[in-house]
């Protein structure tokens, strides 16, 4: 990735939320274009990340190393490669298994559909909690886990259409709404288990954790209407700061109104 539009200066990390997000794009692309290129794109991030960047289940990141980069290809091939960050983060686990699902339905692909189940596995027998996802094994549960967690689940339903799956989404739900929403928006940490920490209302949390509940609603014929259009007019006065990074919320807001007009 780079922190310019010019590419300039890239930046040699491999996160695995940025690949598994192109992962999907390009799925998308293919099926949108017929243009076997986006096909192949897709299925080399897939490669990848299924060499370099999954074990148990989905890995973090593959560290930086300039130096290693630079060298020639059969350079390369006599280093060691970058180290890999092998810890399992819950919000992380949930995006990869959600874009490894609609990658493998958009180009019929069943490694990458097994490789989400296993991680799905495998996240939620170390990490979910009776008060919701840990964040990692040792850290506490945070709404961007639960919100990504939940899509997760639905996807894993969608493709399986195994009950386990959608008790395991109510759960999630259920958590969301009761330990994670105050007042009129969804905190980064419940009450009892922020201590001193201070309260705050992640926007794209937020708009992720609204856009999980509607697609709960939509799989299970729940009704969380009232609650997300709450959550979302509270944030109807700052969301235009945020650029294209309040592409959620928008699509949030959209599929609020959808339901809205059946």
Not at 118 to 127: G, R, T
Not at 159 to 187: G, P, Q
Not at 243 to 254: E, I, P
Request: proline share 2%; charged share 20%.
């Amino acid at each position: 990735y780079a922190t310019s539009r010019a590419w300039m200066f890239p930046h040699y990390e491999k996160m695995l939320d940025t690949n598994v997000a192109l992962l999907r794009l390009y799925a998308l692309a293919y099926t949108l274009t017929n243009n076997n290129e986006y096909r192949d794109i897709a299925q080399g991030v897939a490669t990848y990340i299924h060499t370099t960047l999954f074990g148990a289940a989905f890995y973090a990141s593959q560290t930086a190393d300039e130096e290693y980069y630079e060298l020639s290809a059969s350079k390369r091939a006599q280093q060691a490669k970058p180290a890999v960050d092998a810890t399992i983060f819950a919000n992380l686990n949930g995006l990869a298994v959600f874009s490894f699902l609609e990658a493998s339905r958009l180009l019929n692909d069943i490694t990458m559909k097994d490789m989400a189940l296993q991680a799905l596995s495998v996240v939620s027998k170390q990490l979910l909690t009776d008060k919701g996802y840990l964040h990692y094994s040792d850290g506490m549960p945070l709404l961007t886990d639960q919100a990504r967690m939940l899509r997760a689940l639905l996807a894993a339903w969608h493709a399986t259409e195994e009950k386990k799956y959608l008790d395991h989404a109510r759960s999630v739900a259920a958590i969301l709404t009761t330990r994670f929403l105050e007042k009129i928006a969804f905190v980064d940490v419940p009450a009892d288990d922020r201590g001193t920490l201070s309260v705050l209302t992640p926007f794209h949390d937020n708009a992720l954790a609204a856009r999980s509940l509607l697609a709960y609603d939509a799989a299970t014929g729940g009704d969380h209407k009232e609650l997300v259009t709450t959550v979302l007019s509270s944030f109807s006065g700052t969301y235009k700061r945020y650029g294209y990074l309040a592409a959620d919320y928008a699509m949030a807001v959209h599929s609020l109104l959808s339901r809205s007009m059946k």
